[in-house]
């Protein structure tokens, strides 16, 4: 007998606020939005905007000031500095609204321990997975539906309720494992019958398709997941 999670009322633990807003501020600089000079508005402006306090404002900023995006200068303002590669928690999430960008949230479906899927490559040594399957928001429109296999040999449980909303901090933070690399086959494909009534697109639809093989820290296949889009939200985008 598998293991069988569903999940109704509690979900991954959120980021906290000083970083959600400095994860949307750097994919907005990837994304171009911010380009390198803009000014930023005032921090008591960027506070407001943000529903947050002035103080996790400035903890934002300064972790984007840590990273070399950005430059505060006395008595004139907050300046971005743009740079080609910048380290971030979802600098492997490759999906953006149509207009860049995008704070990227999860809310978990289920979770299932049971045997990989026929079609899937090999992945780890194990004849069984863990299954978890999420909705995936940017800046809180429903974008992606997430079915993901991890190699059962990395944990006989997950732990749900210690989840983060980004899985690779989590899967480095409890499993020891680290995603040292991944390679994405991007097509596109019908919503499988399952699909939950609120994703905006209905079973059979025709949707943009993101199938993933990722590597652990020592050079072995560990996961295998399958994502598919609307592209009517959002659109994959891979920049170097």
Not at 65 to 87: C, F, H, P, W
Not at 180 to 185: I, L
């Amino acid at each position: 007998m598998y293991q069988l999670f569903i999940v109704s009322m509690k979900q991954p633990r959120k980021l906290p606020k000083s970083l959600q807003i400095s994860e949307a501020l750097i994919r907005e600089i990837s994304a171009g939005i911010l380009t390198d000079g803009a000014r930023l508005p005032t921090e008591r402006q960027m506070a407001q905007d943000y529903g947050v306090a002035i103080g996790t404002l400035r903890k934002a900023l300064g972790i984007l000031e840590e990273r070399g995006l950005l430059e505060r200068i006395q008595g004139s303002g907050n300046y971005i500095r743009a740079k080609t590669t910048v380290e971030s928690i979802y600098r492997l999430f490759r999906l953006e609204l149509l207009k860049g960008g995008g704070l990227p949230t999860a809310k978990i479906l289920r979770i299932d321990l049971k045997n990989k899927p026929v079609d899937a490559p090999h992945f780890g040594g194990s004849k069984i997975a863990h299954c978890i399957t999420r909705l995936r928001y940017l800046d809180g429109q429903v974008s992606a539906l997430e079915q993901i296999w991890l190699d059962e040999r990395f944990a006989r449980n997950l732990n749900i309720f210690d989840m983060s909303e980004s899985l690779y901090s989590y899967y480095q933070s409890s499993l020891n494992l680290i995603i040292s690399r991944m390679e994405d086959k991007v097509s596109c494909a019908q919503m499988p019958d399952w699909t939950p009534k609120d994703f905006g697109l209905s079973a059979k639809d025709m949707a943009g398709y993101i199938e993933r093989i990722a590597w652990d820290q020592w050079g072995d296949p560990a996961e295998f997941s399958k994502t598919w889009f609307n592209p009517h939200i959002c659109h994959y985008v891979n920049r170097r």
